[in-house]
């Protein structure tokens, strides 16, 4: 008897129909996850930073509409999606990254965030998870003017007094800070380098726009041609994925200032432009060091 052939499209209602709408969904998932949700912002690689590793910052967010100032935060007090209040300088509203439950549409949440921020009455916060669409709620050519705060004392602007609950919380708050800086990159500046010092070792982040596998073919013909680096004392320690976007990671010299990694990063955002500018193959020393590369994954 010949072999009994399976149906290529399942019964409806089947168990075989059932398991593959799941791993269907699974896949669509995946796919979703893996999508860049601030795709399309000037300042996206600024806001995949503050939303994953920096620590304590704001920055004005020009949303449409607003008839008042809203600001980009990091983390609010309650780790709220949002909040209005009054303070000497008038009504603002606040628009927080890094919350209580991460959304899985981060995009729609931080529009959402920032409608409410915009429109909200003053007192209010918000803690369930909003929902807007990104590109019509804020200005995609906007850049990010990003304060870094050494503390979250910022917190209690315009709080007119401050019971001891509240001091407890931004207390805790700043026994857990750790230091922070923006490397200013100039003209030859791209995506967002970020300093960090972790108390043990200091690192550079460096969230780039450019897509991941050409990214990876990039940093594989820098590294075979030993110019992986950003100055003496650094070393390449891995990368990471965040938001849909590659962030390559370098160990420093935890004596060095923030600034004094500034010329050897703007160096490399040359090699890595060179590089990224480069479409032929990969030799098999690059695709070596591409391998290599792809198995130093870092977590945060």
Same mark, same amino acid.
């Given at each position: ?16 129909? @059932?398991?593959?709408?799941? =791993? !269907? ?5 995946? $796919?979703?996850?893996?999508?860049? %949700? ?5 300042? @996206? ?20 509409? #607003?008839? !008042? ?33 991460? %959304? ?19 007192? @209010? ?11 019509? *709620?804020? $200005? ?19 709080? #007119?007094?401050?019971?001891? =609950? ?38 550079? !982040?460096?969230?780039? %726009? ?24 650094? !070393? ?10 590659? *962030? %390559?990671?370098? $160990?420093?010299?935890? @004596? ?21 500018? $480069? ?6 020393? =690059? ?9 130093? =994954?870092?977590?945060?």
């Amino acid at each position: 008897m010949g072999r009994r052939e399976r149906n290529a499209t399942p019964r409806e209602g089947s168990n075989r129909a @059932e398991k593959l709408a799941a =791993q !269907r969904a699974r896949t669509e998932a995946a $796919d979703a996850g893996a999508a860049r %949700p601030f795709e399309g912002l000037a300042a @996206e690689c600024d806001i995949v930073a503050l939303r994953n590793f920096v620590p304590s910052a704001t920055a004005p967010l020009t949303v449409a509409g #607003a008839n !008042r100032e809203v600001r980009l935060a990091t983390v609010l007090p309650g780790a709220a999606y949002a909040l209005v209040r009054e303070e000497a300088d008038g009504v603002v509203g606040y628009a927080a990254l890094q919350t209580a439950a991460r %959304p899985e549409a981060p995009g729609a949440a931080l529009a959402g965030a920032a409608r409410f921020a915009a429109d909200a009455p003053v007192g @209010e916060a918000l803690s369930e998870t909003p929902d807007g669409a990104l590109l019509e *709620v804020l $200005d995609a050519a906007a850049p990010l003017e990003i304060t870094v705060h050494k503390d979250f004392d910022w917190w209690l602007a315009g709080t #007119a007094g401050t019971d001891a =609950q509240t001091q407890q919380l931004v207390e805790h708050a700043n026994s857990l800070i750790t230091p922070a800086a923006r490397l200013d990159l100039g003209v030859d500046g791209i995506g967002a380098p970020w300093w960090a010092d972790t108390g043990s070792k200091a690192h550079l !982040r460096w969230v780039h %726009p450019a897509p991941e596998d050409e990214l990876m073919a990039a940093l594989a013909r820098v590294h075979a041609a030993g110019g992986l680096t950003v100055g003496e004392g650094s !070393r390449f320690a891995g990368s990471f994925r965040s938001d849909g976007l590659l *962030v %390559p990671v370098f $160990d420093l010299d935890r @004596e060095s200032h923030p600034d004094e990694w500034v010329p050897g990063t703007v160096e490399l955002a040359k090699r890595l432009a060179e590089a990224l500018a $480069d479409d032929s193959e990969l030799t098999a020393a =690059q695709r070596r060091s591409r391998d290599g590369l792809r198995g130093r =994954q870092v977590s945060l």
